[in-house]
C-alpha cells in the first residue's frame, strides 16, 4: 500500500505565494508519475500538474506559467511552487501517485487533499 500526506497549503492573499508538498511511503517499489489536481466545490476535479519518472511535465492550461513541479525522486516527494495566485487557484488540491508496490504492479493512489484559499 502507498499512503499519501500533503502539506503546505493555507490561507494567501491575491498574488502571494505557497509551496505544496506530497510525501509518499509505504512498500514502494517504483513511482511512475506523480501529479497533483485540484477540486473547487461544485466543479469537477482538474489536474494542475504532473511530472513522470523520467521528469515530461505537464500544467493544466489554466497554470500559464505560476506554477512549477518538482520531485525528490529518492524520498518519493513531489512539490508544488505555486506563484501569482488568484482567487480562482481556491479549491482542495490533492496529490495523486502512479506507482508499483507490494500489493499492486500499477497502482493509483491519492491523497486526503489540502485547502488552498486565496482571498484578500
Known amino acids: 500500500q502507498v499512503h499519501l500526506v500533503e502539506s503546505g497549503g493555507g490561507l494567501v492573499q491575491p498574488g502571494g505565494s505557497l509551496r505544496l508538498s506530497c510525501a509518499a511511503s509505504?512498500?514502494?517499489?517504483?513511482?511512475?508519475?506523480m501529479r497533483w489536481y485540484r477540486q473547487a466545490p461544485g466543479k469537477l476535479r482538474e489536474l494542475v500538474a504532473g511530472?513522470?519518472?523520467?521528469?515530461?511535465?505537464d500544467y493544466g492550461d489554466f497554470v500559464e506559467g505560476r506554477f512549477t513541479i518538482s520531485r525528490d525522486n529518492t524520498k518519493h516527494l513531489v512539490y508544488l511552487q505555486m506563484n501569482s495566485l488568484k482567487p480562482e487557484d481556491t479549491a482542495v488540491y490533492f496529490c495523486n501517485v502512479l506507482a508499483s508496490s507490494a500489493t499492486s504492479s500499477y497502482g493509483n493512489y491519492w491523497g486526503p487533499g489540502i485547502q488552498v484559499t486565496v482571498s484578500s
Open positions: 511530472i513522470t519518472s523520467t521528469s515530461n511535465i
Open positions: 509505504g512498500s514502494i517499489y517504483s513511482i511512475y508519475a
